[in-house]
């Protein structure tokens, strides 16, 4: 695959595809470099890869069973004005040769994730593909459908539904399957059914049990933070090009639009658990600690078809995505895929999964779910092997790659996660933040740091002269690192700005995984921004009224600011009118402790609420409580009001 570059990035105003997020970037001309002959001849030693020898196989897999698509594939958001998916601005994808500026490894699994619409993966079975960073699977059933993970935004998911209808004409949804609680296996649920069919009883939901628990911890405790480092990952402040964003490697990119929640109806407790839907015969799998706390892989004995959720996609996963998140146990995802290898393995003649395309054959749903077992147990294994030999987190991170045996299979391949991070993840797993050096038990502040340091290098001059001579050399990590330095010291040092974002920028030409290109290439993106990011908080209402009350407690418990909290000691009855709950709080020592169905004759003030008003305290506590009444001082009310926190979801990442 020969290389090659150019492109033109026009004026724009650029909207992060993430749920109910917008981020308003202005650029008055495009600031971005070429790649340098050094990350040309890095990206051409990719073309050395062993797996270019096996190229042809995935592209006859992506297009089986197609049957047709929207052309042209651009899906309008249902806020007035954007688009939720526009395929058609990766069309760049479609040059046969590829680009200096994007490593041809990404390149090819960009060309792979670009190829869209409804596939019958075997008879019964069908997915829509490339309208969504995740695939919606279909499997009809007697009289209807069963759909499996509804996809990102509302939007995304009824455009794919739409499609289904059209071409193999309307049938009703029988159930909805969510494989587990990450945003985009969910939130487009309303695209697809209603609440009123589920409280009917006409449609079913199923999740594996603890799927809300999960679904709120991990998307709404620390929810802003994600949202914020999200856009480096998923690059939604990127154009759409050849110097911008290629692909996520699970996908294209994440959409615009609407998020929705329904709760589920049966839960799957554990494997080997049997249902059957209008017809469909499934067997789940449940998976704890893999690719999320819980999931579920489905067995379809009729069909030979084993979906694996996320459990198993066409790139090494993230052991800890770098949004954020639980760390992931390498461990026990290797022994869920040998489960499952063992239950199904034998049987199995497709694997599909809620992203990228199936794989057909017996022979290779084994070699898949073998390859991809040893290829966590790897990580985990040797990680603990250098662990144990005294070796650092950072260490082993550039001591660790795969066998030879393993790096011939595309799907070991780091599109979206990397062997670096998932060493990282793993240290972590096992030892924590702690290298045992006892000057990082307690690290200067970041700021604090880098003003000492770049006073002992010289000054900040001194210093940008040898990060010219270093970038010249092709330096880039080295480059980056001692200029963010300059720019913690000083952020309105536009050499030490630009410095470092010219080499982030060429980190990210040179990138295998799809969210390292698209971090990179924001961090580099805002340190050349004059404006602030702005941004719209992601956690939606839908999101937030599915939660218990103990899950809003302790949400407003998050938001209590300690400083403005300090001295404060009350008690508060909280009664939530319509649904009947109740709760003792009692804020001392800047905590917030509560205990649900308690009363205290003594508390200071008795507050009565419908349970809207306790989800909007929750969202968003600057809108002030409607509908309540007080019984009581009301002052401690208003003054407990006041000491909750507004989250910014545009804090600094690239700057101080």
């Given at each position: 695959?020969?290389?090659?570059?150019?492109?033109?990035?026009?004026?724009?105003?650029?909207?992060?595809?993430?749920?109910?997020?917008?981020?308003?970037?202005?650029?008055?001309?495009?600031?971005?470099?070429?790649?340098?002959?050094?990350?040309?001849?890095?990206?051409?030693?990719?073309?050395?890869?062993?797996?270019?020898?096996?190229?042809?196989?995935?592209?006859?897999?992506?297009?089986?069973?197609?049957?047709?698509?929207?052309?042209?594939?651009?899906?309008?958001?249902?806020?007035?004005?954007?688009?939720?998916?526009?395929?058609?601005?990766?069309?760049?994808?479609?040059?046969?040769?590829?680009?200096?500026?994007?490593?041809?490894?990404?390149?090819?699994?960009?060309?792979?994730?670009?190829?869209?619409?409804?596939?019958?993966?075997?008879?019964?079975?069908?997915?829509?593909?490339?309208?969504?960073?995740?695939?919606?699977?279909?499997?009809?059933?007697?009289?209807?459908?069963?759909?499996?993970?509804?996809?990102?935004?509302?939007?995304?998911?009824?455009?794919a539904m739409d499609l289904v209808n059209r071409t193999l004409g309307y049938y009703p949804v029988k159930a909805v399957i969510y494989s587990h609680p990450h945003v985009d296996h969910y939130q487009g649920v309303k695209g697809v059914i209603t609440e009123k069919q589920v409280a009917s009883g006409e449609v079913e939901v199923i999740a594996p049990a603890g799927f809300m628990d999960h679904a709120i911890s991990e998307n709404v405790y620390a929810g802003t933070a994600m949202q914020r480092r999200g856009m480096y990952m998923y690059g939604g402040l990127l154009p759409h090009d050849e110097k911008g964003l290629v692909d996520n490697g699970l996908g294209k990119r994440t959409p615009?639009?609407?998020?929705?929640?329904?709760?589920?109806?049966?839960?799957?407790?554990?494997?080997?658990?049997?249902?059957?839907?209008?017809?469909?015969?499934?067997?789940?799998?449940?998976?704890?600690?893999?690719?999320?706390?819980?999931?579920?892989?489905?067995?379809?004995?009729?069909?030979?078809?084993?979906?694996?959720?996320?459990?198993?996609?066409?790139?090494?996963?993230?052991?800890?995505?770098?949004?954020?998140?639980?760390?992931?146990?390498?461990?026990?995802?290797?022994?869920?895929?040998?489960?499952?290898?063992?239950?199904?393995?034998?049987?199995?003649?497709?694997?599909?999964?809620?992203?990228?395309?199936?794989?057909?054959?017996?022979?290779?749903?084994?070699?898949?779910?073998?390859?991809?077992?040893?290829?966590?147990?790897?990580?985990?294994?040797?990680?603990?092997?250098?662990?144990?030999?005294?070796?650092?987190?950072?260490?082993?991170?550039?001591?660790?790659?795969?066998?030879?045996?393993?790096?011939?299979?595309?799907?070991?391949?780091?599109?979206?996660?990397?062997?670096?991070?998932?060493?990282?993840?793993?240290?972590?797993?096992?030892?924590?933040?702690?290298?045992?050096?006892?000057?990082?038990?307690?690290?200067?502040?970041?700021?604090?740091?880098?003003?000492?340091?770049?006073?002992?290098?010289?000054?900040?001059?001194?210093?940008?002269?040898?990060?010219?001579?270093?970038?010249?050399?092709?330096?880039?990590?080295?480059?980056?690192?001692?200029?963010?330095?300059?720019?913690?010291?000083?952020?309105?040092?536009?050499?030490?700005?630009?410095?470092?974002?010219?080499?982030?920028?060429?980190?990210?030409?040179?990138?295998?995984?799809?969210?390292?290109?698209?971090?990179?290439?924001?961090?580099?993106?805002?340190?050349?921004?004059?404006?602030?990011?702005?941004?719209?908080?992601?956690?939606?209402?839908?999101?937030?009224?599915?939660?218990?009350?103990?899950?809003?407690?302790?949400?407003?418990?998050?938001?209590?600011?300690?400083?403005?909290?300090?001295?404060?000691?009350?008690?508060?009855?909280?009664?939530?009118?319509?649904?009947?709950?109740?709760?003792?709080?009692?804020?001392?020592?800047?905590?917030?402790?509560?205990?649900?169905?308690?009363?205290?004759?003594?508390?200071?003030?008795?507050?009565?609420?419908?349970?809207?008003?306790?989800?909007?305290?929750?969202?968003?506590?600057?809108?002030?409580?409607?509908?309540?009444?007080?019984?009581?001082?009301?002052?401690?009310?208003?003054?407990?009001?006041?000491?909750?926190?507004?989250?910014?979801?545009?804090?600094?990442?690239?700057?101080?």
């Open positions: 695959m020969k290389l090659c570059s150019k492109a033109v990035f026009a004026a724009a105003i650029l909207l992060i595809a993430f749920s109910e997020i917008s981020v308003i970037y202005a650029e008055s001309a495009d600031t971005r470099n070429d790649a340098t002959e050094y990350t040309i001849a890095a990206n051409l030693l990719a073309n050395n890869s062993p797996a270019w020898s096996n190229n042809q196989e995935d592209f006859d897999f992506a297009n089986r069973g197609f049957i047709a698509t929207d052309s042209p594939l651009i899906i309008p958001s249902l806020y007035p004005g954007f688009t939720s998916w526009n395929m058609e601005e990766f069309s760049f994808l479609d040059n046969a040769t590829c680009p200096d500026t994007i490593n041809p490894l990404l390149y090819r699994h960009a060309k792979l994730n670009k190829i869209n619409g409804l596939f019958e993966v075997v008879a019964g079975i069908y997915q829509v593909r490339g309208y969504d960073l995740t695939s919606m699977s279909l499997i009809k059933s007697d009289t209807g459908w069963i759909i499996i993970d509804p996809m990102m935004t509302v939007e995304t998911a009824r455009a615009f639009g609407s998020a929705s929640l329904i709760a589920p109806t049966i839960d799957i407790t554990e494997t080997g658990q049997n249902l059957t839907i209008d017809g469909v015969d499934m067997q789940f799998h449940y998976c704890t600690n893999t690719e999320a706390p819980v999931e579920i892989d489905i067995w379809f004995p009729d069909h030979k078809a084993l979906f694996m959720a996320e459990n198993c996609v066409a790139t090494l996963h993230n052991i800890l995505t770098l949004r954020g998140a639980q760390i992931r146990d390498p461990l026990s995802w290797a022994e869920c895929l040998d489960e499952a290898r063992r239950l199904y393995g034998d049987q199995a003649e497709v694997v599909f999964t809620a992203h990228n395309w199936p794989r057909y054959g017996n022979d290779k749903v084994i070699e898949l779910l073998e390859n991809q077992r040893d290829m966590y147990k790897y990580i985990n294994d040797q990680t603990l092997n250098l662990i144990n030999k005294g070796y650092t987190m950072d260490e082993i991170a550039n001591m660790i790659v795969l066998p030879q045996s393993l790096q011939k299979y595309w799907y070991t391949h780091g599109f979206y996660g990397q062997i670096y991070m998932g060493v990282k993840a793993t240290y972590q797993k096992y030892l924590g933040f702690y290298d045992a050096n006892p000057i990082n038990l307690k690290r200067l502040p970041p700021e604090e740091f880098a003003r000492n340091i770049t006073e002992y290098m010289g000054g900040a001059d001194a210093v940008l002269e040898r990060l010219a001579r270093d970038y010249d050399a092709g330096n880039y990590q080295l480059v980056a690192t001692i200029a963010n330095y300059l720019v913690f010291a000083d952020p309105d040092n536009i050499k030490a700005r630009e410095m470092e974002a010219a080499a982030l920028e060429q980190l990210g030409y040179q990138a295998e995984s799809g969210p390292a290109r698209n971090a990179y290439l924001v961090g580099a993106m805002e340190l050349r921004s004059k404006e602030p990011v702005q941004a719209m908080n992601m956690i939606s209402a839908d999101v937030i009224s599915a939660m218990s009350i103990n899950q809003l407690l302790d949400y407003i418990a998050v938001r209590l600011n300690s400083q403005k909290a300090d001295g404060e000691d009350f008690r508060m009855n909280m009664i939530i009118n319509d649904t009947g709950e109740s709760a003792l709080i009692q804020v001392n020592n800047s905590v917030l402790v509560y205990w649900i169905d308690e009363h205290s004759d003594e508390a200071a003030l008795t507050v009565h609420m419908p349970r809207k008003t306790l989800e909007q305290l929750a969202l968003d506590p600057s809108v002030p409580p409607a509908n309540v009444t007080i019984e009581g001082d009301a002052s401690v009310f208003e003054g407990f009001v006041g000491v909750l926190d507004l989250f910014d979801p545009s804090f600094n990442i690239i700057l101080p």
